[in-house]
C-alpha cells in the first residue's frame, strides 16, 4: 500500500521567494533517502518553493479565480513529500518516525487511494485514470 | 519546470464521501487533457485525515506520533497533480482548467506550488547522491 508523509516545516508558510535549505539539512535528509532507497520503497520524493513563489485557485460561483502566495490565513503548508511504497500503515510511521526532521516539524502520513479502494460505479467514470497516474511528459 | 497542484480537503472529503460520478467524469477528463498535452507527471487521492497520523518532531529531538484525523480541514490535502510545464503562467492556466473539486456550487480550492529541481541547488556530493536516487525511484 502506498502512502504519502507529507513534511510540515512550521514557519515555511511565511518563508520569502527563493528560501532554499541549508546544506546540512540536505546532507542529513539524504542519509534518510537513502536509506528508503535501500529499503526499495521509494516511489518518488520531492521539495516545493515556498508558498510566497506559488499561487491557489478558489472555485466560488463556478469561476476560477487566482490569488498569488503567500497566504496570510495559512497557519501550516507543505515544504515537501515522500511516496512509499510498504505493507502497513505501522510501517509508514516507522519509517515517518525515522526521519532527521528539525524542530517543530511535522510529517504528516496519509494513504493514498488505489483504484480498488473504489466502488464499481465509480471504477468506470475513472476509466483510464490508472495510465494517466504514470504520466506522459516522460521525465 | 514542474508544479504540484493541491486538492484541498473540505468536510466531504475528511468524511470519506465519494465525489459524484460526474465530478469524477470530469477530473478524468481534465486529466486525460493534461496527458495529451504531455504535461501530466502524477496524480492521486489521498484517504481521509482519520485514517492518517502526524509524527511530531520536538526540539529535544522527542517523536509524538498523534493519530488522525486533524481538525482545520481547509489545511488538508485531499489529492495532487504533478505537471510539467513551461512557465508560472502556463501552471496557473491549468489550474484554472481543473473541475472545481469540491463539486459545482460548492467552495473549492487548489494550491499550486513549484517543485524544486536539483539544478536549483548548489553541486555538492549530497546533490549528486540525490540525482541518483532520483534516477532509480522514478519510473522510466
Known amino acids: ?139 | 519546470m514542474r508544479f504540484m497542484i493541491l486538492v484541498k480537503a473540505n468536510r466531504d472529503t475528511e468524511a470519506g464521501v465519494m465525489s459524484e460520478e460526474k465530478r469524477i467524469a470530469e477530473m478524468t477528463a481534465y486529466h486525460e487533457e493534461l496527458a495529451k498535452a504531455g504535461a501530466l507527471l502524477d496524480a492521486s487521492g489521498l484517504q481521509p485525515s482519520s485514517r492518517g497520523a502526524r509524527i511530531v518532531f520536538s526540539a529535544r529531538g522527542q517523536r509524538s506520533v498523534i493519530d488522525g484525523p486533524f481538525a482545520e480541514a481547509k489545511e488538508l490535502i485531499a489529492g495532487y497533480t504533478i505537471i510539467e510545464v513551461k512557465s508560472r503562467d502556463e501552471a496557473i492556466e491549468w489550474a484554472k482548467r481543473m473541475p472545481n473539486p469540491a463539486g459545482d456550487g460548492k467552495e473549492g480550492e487548489i494550491e499550486l506550488r513549484q517543485l524544486f529541481e536539483l539544478e536549483d541547488f548548489e553541486p555538492s556530493e549530497a546533490i549528486d547522491r540525490l540525482r541518483q536516487i532520483e534516477a532509480g525511484a522514478r519510473p522510466a
Request: proline share 6%; with cysteine; net charge negative.
Open chain 1, 1 to 139: 500500500m502506498r502512502f504519502m508523509m507529507l513534511m510540515i516545516p512550521r514557519g515555511y508558510e511565511t518563508a520569502t521567494p527563493g528560501t532554499m535549505p541549508e546544506a546540512a539539512a540536505v546532507a542529513r535528509m539524504m542519509k534518510y533517502n537513502q536509506a528508503l532507497q535501500d529499503a526499495g520503497i521509494l516511489l518518488s520524493c520531492d521539495g516545493l518553493h515556498p508558498p510566497s513563489m506559488g499561487a491557489r485557485v478558489t472555485f466560488q460561483g463556478g469561476k476560477p479565480r487566482v490569488s498569488d502566495g503567500p497566504f496570510a490565513e495559512a497557519k501550516e503548508v507543505l515544504g515537501g513529500y515522500w511516496m512509499i511504497n510498504v505493507k502497513s500503515r505501522a510501517e509508514a510511521i516507522e519509517w515517518a518516525s525515522r526521519c532527521p526532521a528539525g524542530d517543530n516539524e511535522i510529517i504528516e502520513v496519509r494513504q493514498v487511494q488505489e483504484m480498488e479502494d473504489f466502488p464499481a460505479d465509480v471504477q468506470e467514470a475513472a476509466a483510464g485514470f490508472e495510465t494517466m497516474q504514470r504520466g506522459s511528459a516522460g521525465r
